[in-house]
């Protein structure tokens, strides 16, 4: 994860189950988002 880590974001074991079932990476249909992750934060 780029960038520094706070108390509150979701660690990075989480965010691989979580990942796969997010809308805006690059490659899916629908608008793109920068940062999927740190929305989710």
């Known amino acids: 994860m780029a960038g520094?880590?706070?108390r509150h974001d979701?660690?990075?074991k989480a965010?691989?189950?979580l990942k796969p079932y997010t809308i805006g990476e690059k490659g899916t249909r629908g608008g793109n988002a920068r940062d999927t992750r740190q929305f989710i934060n």
Request: charged content about 45%; overall charge negative.
């Open 10 to 12: 979701i660690s990075d």
């Open 4 to 6: 520094e880590q706070h």
């Open 15 to 17: 965010w691989e189950k």
